[in-house]
């Protein structure tokens, strides 16, 4: 009974038009207490802000098609929303998430009720908060499990295993990101990476707490693995066991199999592990499971740390576990090679849709540039004693004080600006040294830009890194869509020759794209969602600086690709 009530309620919250769950489709509902707890890692204990006092948070489980229903509490001393990170929500943006894009934030005391409506996504997802520097702390999994009736692609595991890979800092994390708003310089890199909330046993205050995972010999498990952190690309293995991927991003890839595998911020990736070890009494029956950072440019800060979890066999004798052979911190060829496996299943059941006319050409860059520091606030902490920003097509993008999307279904003016460049506004040589840039090529300007897309219309965005204060790698996030990642290379694009060697047979079909070092990726999506969607980059400082923009989605004609109305107690600004 309760279910049809709340079915009911969906419907008069959202309108007619409201999308049903699928055929089969069940109701999850789950409650999230926003709190503080007190942890201690690495010898250092501190209140951070948990949900229901867990870290990482709870997992949630779910089968394709279904809806979840979060109850967000906030019980803690700041404001805060959460994003579902790689679900689509079809035409319900309002619950997406982003702080000030798609909605105001929780206040501290109030609550508000989230729908998260899944479409296509199964495998792997999570769960974050989406306000400052709040994730640090706030996230867990999602799991997607196929239809009732249906079954994975693969042979069904013995168990599965969420492995969230993630960092903490000894210091209050949004304490630092406040002085470095105030003082227009980084923010300080993190103490230790994480696995499951763990540094692993070769830190400090850190053996009794390192993460286990038991395991039988002869057995199958999957692996969940996620990227929870704000700041680091990471290479990730198994000692003596290789990792078969068959999933990123909840859509199912071709298998194969690798020693390790490598995941930027905000990516998913599921593998399988054959526990196929012999154990007896004279083996140690014991493997490392470790992530250690990638730094795709180590002339900046980085975190150069591995994070360690042991992989146990059942009655496995208490010996030094065996350590994977990872690749170095700056092996780009090891992150390359990677990436260049993935590809999309292609099966009768998951079939590949990848669009082959395109409507909207866009060439978006990608930098780290300086604002000038602000008058009276002396000389900021940036190169050059700059502060420093983030752009795209040279534009740093700014938060406003309301919301864009309660902006643009209430014909709200003066909030945004629909005219986000399909171009750079400039041409250079893109990836040359940086030493052979004028320094006017550092300076960017702020603004809030959107770019507005007809419903239907189909859309290629190339991003191009760039050598401005330092190329790197930049892992982009689309919020509302999966998108297929049909081509990469090094140097600058070239719009006629590039082109030609697209993969659009089998691309693997992602929500999180790493655009390489001084190189370039091209996606696709099909603008079939309407709503207002945050694009950025998922390096967290790079999208603070304002490595973002908004899609803006128009209604189409027909009544199930409308917008679903605004839903009563949303938050205020």
């Not at 250092?44 to 229903?69: C, M, W, Y």
């Not at 702390?137 to 890979?165: D, M, N, Q, S």
């Not at 849709?353 to 009276?376: F, K, Q, R, S």
């Not at 919301?403 to 250079?428: M, N, Q, S």
Request: charged residues 20%.
């Amino acid at each position: 009974m309760g279910v049809v009530i709340w079915l009911l309620g969906v419907v008069l919250t959202l309108g007619a038009a409201a999308v049903g769950p699928a055929e089969g489709a069940k109701n999850h509902h789950y409650d999230f207490f926003i709190k503080e707890s007190n942890y201690t890692r690495l010898c250092h204990e501190k209140a951070i802000l948990t949900v229901n006092g867990q870290f990482p948070g709870p997992t949630i489980f779910s089968r394709k098609g279904d809806v979840v229903v979060v109850n967000v509490y906030n019980q803690g001393n700041k404001n805060i929303t959460i994003h579902w990170h790689g679900v689509d929500q079809p035409r319900n943006p309002w619950y997406d998430g982003p702080e000030y894009i798609t909605q105001c934030p929780i206040q501290s005391g109030a609550n508000l009720t989230y729908t998260i409506v899944l479409s296509e996504e199964e495998g792997t997802l999570w769960w974050h908060a989406h306000s400052d520097y709040d994730r640090t702390t706030i996230h867990g999994a999602i799991v997607i499990h196929p239809k009732l009736g249906t079954t994975f692609p693969f042979k069904k595991p013995h168990k599965e295993i969420p492995v969230i890979l993630s960092e903490w800092w000894n210091a209050d994390v949004n304490s630092l990101l406040e002085e470095a708003r105030r003082t227009g310089g980084e923010v300080s890199i993190s103490d230790a990476n994480t696995i499951n909330g763990q540094p692993g046993d070769l830190f400090p205050c850190s053996a009794k707490g390192t993460f286990k995972a038991p395991v039988e010999s002869g057995k199958t498990y999957l692996l969940r693995i996620i990227n929870a952190g704000l700041a680091n690309d990471l290479f990730f293995g198994v000692a003596g066991h290789r990792l078969t991927v068959v999933g990123t991003d909840a859509r199912y890839t071709k298998p194969f199999t690798v020693d390790h595998i490598f995941i930027s911020p905000g990516q998913t990736v599921d593998a399988l592990l054959e526990a196929d070890r012999a154990t007896n009494a004279s083996s140690n029956g014991r493997y490392y499971m470790a992530a250690r950072t990638f730094a795709s440019n180590t002339d900046i800060g980085f975190n150069n740390s591995t994070a360690t979890a042991i992989l146990e066999y059942a009655d496995a004798r208490a010996g030094t576990p065996d350590f994977p052979n990872l690749p170095a911190i700056n092996d780009l060829n090891a992150s390359l090679e990677y990436t260049a496996l993935l590809r999309s299943l292609g099966s009768k059941d998951h079939p590949v849709d990848v669009p082959t006319h395109v409507d909207e050409h866009m060439l978006i860059t990608l930098a780290v540039n300086v604002v000038p520091c602000e008058t009276g606030n002396g000389t900021c902490e940036g190169p050059e004693r700059h502060r420093i920003a983030a752009s795209l097509n040279n534009i740093s993008f700014h938060l406003p004080s309301v919301d864009i999307l309660d902006a643009y279904y209430g014909v709200v003016r003066g909030v945004y600006e629909a005219d986000f460049p399909d171009k750079p506004p400039f041409a250079f040589n893109f990836t040359d040294d940086i030493s052979n840039l004028p320094t006017e090529r550092w300076f960017t300007k702020r603004g809030t830009k959107v770019k507005v897309l007809e419903y239907g219309a189909v859309v290629e965005v190339v991003f191009q890194d760039t050598a401005i204060l330092g190329a790197e790698n930049h892992p982009m996030h689309l919020h509302g869509f999966a998108f297929y990642v049909v081509g990469r290379g090094f140097g600058n694009f070239n719009e006629t020759t590039d082109p030609a060697a697209y993969n659009l047979i089998d691309p693997p079909f992602q929500n999180t794209v790493t655009v390489p070092k001084a190189g370039w990726a091209a996606i696709r999506f099909r603008a079939a969602n309407p709503g207002v969607w945050f694009m950025h980059c998922h390096f967290e400082r790079h999208s603070e600086w304002g490595m973002d923009t908004v899609f803006i989605v128009k209604d189409g004609k027909a009544l199930q690709s409308k917008m679903m109305r605004r839903p009563p107690g949303m938050p205020r600004c």
